[in-house]
């Protein structure tokens, strides 16, 4: 199985300020990658898809990169709505799997 | 607009199965396959298996075969998971999603059942 490596584990950030979650693939998934942000008490909701295409209503804030086995989502100017947990998904491989998460706070 | 509406909580017997529902709305079921995810308690997401309404087709994570079992009822456009010989373990939430033939992310999310196995 192709283990996903997240990190931080939890960050605790400022309103309007401009944040980083990286995901490490074990292998190459070639971009096959989705983030998720679930918030308390809620199924999660996609993000941002093959690495870098922003999903549907997203706000233009969130933003992913990355390829190979490095891949990060970035948050830029902090909004109170964004704390929540956020996930990384591989998809290029069975069986899905997804990366421990990282769960987002306001300082 | 797209929707999976998910049965509700559930308390079960430990050794006992239980049998919980995803139905969509708001698109073509057939168009979709629906995949299972288990979120344990605090933490973070596994995905159990998926089924292709269409044909019945499915995928499993090796850690859940013999442990989950997928359906549909095309008449119904409901999915439907059953879960077996549970255990504290099986005690999570269970989301129901759908991907894309195509597209292998999930763009939609039912809002999970509630599994408790206790005696």
């Known amino acids: 199985d192709i283990q996903m490596t997240q990190s931080p584990a939890s960050l605790s950030a400022s309103l309007g300020e401009t944040v980083t979650i990286e995901c490490r693939a074990s292998e190459d998934i070639y971009n096959g990658l989705a983030w998720y942000q679930q918030k308390p008490g809620k199924s999660p909701q996609l993000l941002i898809y093959n690495a870098n295409s922003l999903h549907t209503g997203v706000p233009s804030r969130f933003s992913g990169s990355g390829s190979g086995t490095q891949y990060s989502l970035k948050i830029n100017s902090l909004q109170s709505e964004d704390v929540a947990s956020y996930f990384c998904q591989q998809y290029y491989d069975y069986p899905y799997t997804f990366g421990a998460g990282t769960k987002l706070e306001l300082k | 607009q797209v929707k999976l509406l998910q049965s509700g909580a559930a308390l079960v017997k430990p050794g006992a199965s239980v049998k919980m529902s995803c139905k969509a709305s708001?698109?073509?079921?057939?168009?979709?396959?629906v995949s299972w995810v288990k979120q344990s308690h605090g933490k973070s997401l596994e995905w159990i298996g998926e089924?292709?309404?269409?044909?019945?087709?499915?995928n499993f994570n090796e850690k859940f075969k013999g442990k989950a079992t997928l359906t549909v009822d095309k008449s119904t456009s409901t999915a439907y998971m059953e879960l077996s010989r549970l255990t504290s373990e099986d005690s999570a939430i269970y989301y129901c999603?759908?991907?894309?033939?195509?597209?292998?992310?999930?763009?939609?999310w039912g809002q999970g059942v509630m599994v408790t196995v206790s005696s």
């Open positions: 708001g698109y073509t079921f057939t168009d979709y396959w």
């Open positions: 999603t759908r991907r894309g033939d195509n597209n292998y992310y999930f763009d939609y």
């Open positions: 089924i292709y309404p269409n044909s019945g087709a499915t």
